[in-house]
């Protein structure tokens, strides 16, 4: 199959409804599915490498969150053992004040460098 | 070199991220590749000669092929016949021959 | 002949991308391309068989007189199209997406699945879109 390149842009879209984020999980499944794959995120996803998210306490009545979404944990699990390779956009990181080491470890990618970036994969799943 | 379709749903009025598909538009042309840009949805909107519609001009004088969705322009009363210099309007078949190039890179915005 | 997949995220009614992924699909099949769709998250609301049109009292017309099909219809309508034009028209619902929202009533002619059979899709087609929700 195709190498692919999913750009995932949406943030905190219904994580804590879905205890996950959606379109990650979706890209774990295609990991494990044997999919050749890799990750760029960018815009307000690239606070998905901020060390230190986390999700306080919500309940409604007595139903709660039993597994509130660790997106940081969620982001460094699919690098694990080399099976997603994950980017981002290091400017957008730079604009929303994250740089260094309260990062979760991922390759930046300047914006002058992602069309051609960009170009090095067969599909690209924008998300 | 490779064919890309960039699709355009959003309009730069409301998101200013609307920049960050134009850049990447350029920067595929620059590259050599070819470019198709179709507007569709509120992405129509700039089309419609206007303070946005510079950066849709732009585009297109740099090599990127600019369509904007017939239907979407009727849908907003937006006239064909009189579109941004170098937006050309077409139907959603464009869409759907440039994906059955299998080859073609499609991104939706 | 190709063969396209669309992965479609949007719930019907929320907004305009739902409308714009079944007019790609309807213009495919109307071209003699197989398509695939795979209705993730909301887009499993597309095909509910439990959707009802209603009257319109701010225009004053009852449901007759409004003539407005619910897009379980419009999906019906596409895959009778596609059977019609003999290509085919594979459209899987994300079976964890229907599960989290009660969304079991579904039209005939679709099907249960999972990102595995999205994967099969894309394995299968000349090219995929992803059309993501915002």
Same mark, same amino acid.
């Given at each position: 199959?195709?190498?692919?390149?999913?750009?995932? /842009?949406?943030?905190?879209? &219904?994580?804590? /409804? /879905?205890? $996950? $984020?959606?379109?990650?999980?979706?890209?774990?499944?295609?990991?494990?599915?044997?999919?050749?794959? &890799?990750?760029?995120?960018?815009?307000?996803?690239v606070n998905y490498l901020s060390r230190g998210q986390e999700v306080g306490e919500l309940t409604f009545g007595s139903a709660g969150l039993g597994n509130p979404p660790k997106l940081g944990e969620d982001v460094a699990a699919l690098k694990a053992r080399g099976k997603v390779p994950v980017y981002y956009v290091e400017e957008d990181a730079r604009e929303r004040g994250l740089e260094g080491s309260g990062l979760v470890e991922a390759g930046p990618v300047s914006r002058a460098e992602l069309p051609r970036f960009v170009a090095g994969y067969d599909r690209v799943f924008h998300w | 070199?490779?064919?890309?379709?960039?699709? @355009?749903?959003? %309009?730069?009025? @409301?998101?200013?991220?609307?920049?960050?598909?134009?850049?990447?538009a350029r920067g595929l042309a620059k590259e050599g590749h070819a470019v198709t840009l179709f507007l569709v949805q509120n992405g129509v909107l700039p089309a419609r000669p206007s303070a946005q519609s510079e950066r849709?001009?732009?585009?297109?004088?740099?090599?990127? @092929?600019?369509?904007? %969705?017939d239907f979407s322009l009727k849908e907003r009363g937006i006239s064909a016949g009189s579109l941004? %210099?170098?937006?050309?309007?077409?139907?959603? @078949?464009?869409v759907v021959d440039l994906l059955a190039e299998g080859s073609t890179r499609a991104i939706w915005h | 002949?190709? =063969? *396209? =997949? *669309?992965?479609?995220?949007? +719930?019907?009614?929320?907004? +305009?991308?739902? =409308?714009?992924?079944?007019? *790609?699909?309807?213009?495919? *099949?109307?071209?003699?391309?197989?398509?695939?769709?795979?209705a993730y998250e909301g887009a499993v609301?597309?095909?509910? =068989?439990?959707?009802?049109?209603?009257?319109?009292?701010?225009?004053?017309?009852s449901v007759e007189e409004e003539r407005h099909p619910t897009?379980?219809?419009?999906?019906a309508g596409l895959l009778a199209a596609a059977g019609e034009k003999g290509v085919k028209l594979d459209w899987v619902r994300c079976g964890l997406c229907e599960d989290e929202r009660g969304a079991f009533d579904q039209v005939p002619g679709t099907r249960r699945g999972g990102p595995a059979d999205f994967v099969k899709q894309v394995a299968a087609s000349d090219n995929v879109l992803v059309i993501p929700t915002k």
């Open positions: 199959m195709a190498k692919i390149l999913s750009i995932v /842009e949406s943030a905190y879209r &219904a994580t804590l /409804e /879905e205890q $996950d $984020d959606t379109v990650l999980w979706f890209n774990h499944m295609l990991a494990n599915a044997g999919v050749e794959l &890799a990750v760029l995120l960018r815009g307000n996803a | 070199m490779s064919q890309y379709l960039l699709i @355009e749903s959003r %309009d730069s009025f @409301e998101f200013g991220d609307v920049a960050y598909l134009h850049d990447l849709l001009t732009r585009l297109a004088r740099g090599g990127v @092929e600019v369509l904007a %969705d941004a %210099d170098g937006v050309r309007a077409a139907p959603i @078949e464009r | 002949m190709s =063969t *396209i =997949t *669309i992965l479609s995220m949007d +719930a019907p009614y929320e907004s +305009a991308n739902s =409308t714009t992924a079944l007019r *790609i699909v309807d213009a495919a *099949i109307r071209k003699g391309h197989n398509v695939n769709v795979f609301s597309y095909t509910l =068989t439990t959707q009802k049109p209603h009257q319109n009292p701010v225009k004053g017309t897009t379980k219809d419009w999906v």
